[in-house]
């Protein structure tokens, strides 16, 4: 009997390690994500303005640029952490209330309708800007988006089994990252023009400000709790 209990339980190690990812965490990771990426930040701010004052085909060279940005922040986050994981399990604990706490700062400043992540639909781009600054642009402003590091860093670790290889899952993970980044962006470039009548209204710019608020403080709550 306990031969086969040994044998059994290296079969499931066995079958484990051929997993490319852990398909229980993945089903939990696609609307986590999907939720983060929903919330009105600066790159999905960008993309509103954009499809708003460019139209939407020429803020796809915004997008492409931003997509790029969003993996290298990934890519970097996920190794970053994995080191984090393995030889300061103590440090990441710090890093995850760090940037629980952080979160729920951003989303007090949205609900006040202030700091850079809240819609602010004052500042118009040129519509001169070659593709190349476009794609710059949207580059830019996801590498040196707060939003993205702090989800980053905060929202992967719990979606990483460490017992599956590092490599498949990092690229499962951005896969999907970028998939739903580029569909949010999508939706808020191309509903620019209606959105820009609903906001002509100061107080519903304020509204979606304190739902995206809302949404940003749970969050950070749940990481820092979780």
Known sequence: MTSLKITALNFSNAQL?????????????IPTFALVSSTPGMCMTLALTLGMTIG??????MMWGELAGVALVSILSVIGVAGFMLKYPQLFEVVKYLGGAY??????????????MAINLDAKQPAAISNYQLMIQGFITAVANPKGWAFMLSLLPPF???ELPLRSQLIVLVIIILLTEFIF??????????????????????LVNRLSG?????????LAIG
């Open 185 to 206: 962006l999508t939706l808020y470039a191309s509903g620019g023009r209606t959105l820009q009548l609903l906001l002509v209204n100061p107080n519903n710019v304020r």
């Open 17 to 29: 390690k051929k997993m490319l990812i852990d398909y229980t965490l993945l089903t939990l990771f």
């Open 214 to 222: 809302t949404l940003m403080i749970a969050v950070g709550i749940w």
């Open 56 to 61: 939407i085909k020429r803020t796809f060279w």
């Open 103 to 116: 979160l729920a700062y951003l989303g007090v400043q949205l609900w006040r309708s202030k700091g850079k």
């Open 160 to 162: 990483i089994n460490p």
